[in-house]
């Protein structure tokens, strides 16, 4: 990490109360949730990262506070720096304040954060569903969002899972499926 980005960091935690963590070689800046959309100005006026380059979640069910973290990673394209920045959100009322009216580029990023992990950005324009069907039922990428799969046919499997399948008959005409001639 360069000097530069290191008193960036420093001088951003000691004014948000934010904490430093390290992993891979990469500090991050973690925030409270409420100060997040202050401290995105601070960095896109004070020191001039003028890119949102990406913002997810992490859910790290079953710890409930926080259950997930907001991921930010702003970039400042002449400097050539990243600047990552997390803020924790409890699971009793997952939201956190919406920063596009700095970074434009928000709105659709938190869109699909809200549709996918259900954590919703106070003061956002337009909060709906991006990617899923709008009368989609839960948020498909928490990790309590039940899992529906079908499992995988396999010669050794074939007719334990053929029964369970609607047509009840073999399809593919094969007497024997794991023999592949047909016959």
């Known amino acids: 990490m360069s000097a530069n980005l290191a008193t960036i960091i420093e001088t951003l935690a000691k004014r948000f109360d934010g904490q430093t963590t390290e992993f891979a070689g ?12 202050e401290a995105a100005r601070v960095i896109h006026d004070e020191f001039g990262f003028n890119l949102l380059s990406s913002l997810t979640a992490v859910d790290y069910w ?14 400042s ?33 938190e869109r699909e954060v809200y549709d996918l992990f259900g954590i919703k950005f106070e003061g956002h324009s337009d909060l709906r569903r991006i990617l899923m069907p709008h009368d989609w039922e839960g948020h498909p990428l928490r990790k309590d969002y039940p899992l529906g799969y079908e499992e995988p046919q396999f010669t050794f499997n074939f007719d334990e899972i053929d029964v369970r399948k609607p ?13 592949g001639t047909g016959e």
Request: aromatic share 6%; net charge neutral; no cysteine.
């Open 62 to 75: 079953p710890a409930e506070n926080p259950r997930f973290h907001l991921v930010y990673r702003f970039t």
């Open 77 to 109: 394209i002449p400097n050539q720096m990243g600047l990552n920045v997390r803020a924790p959100i409890s699971s009793l009322q997952p939201s956190a304040p919406t920063i596009e009216t700095v970074y434009h580029n928000a709105n659709w990023n």
């Open 26 to 37: 990469e500090t991050s800046l973690i925030v409270p949730a409420e100060k997040i959309a």
């Open 167 to 179: 047509h009840a008959t073999n399809r593919s005409g094969l007497d024997n499926p794991g023999s």
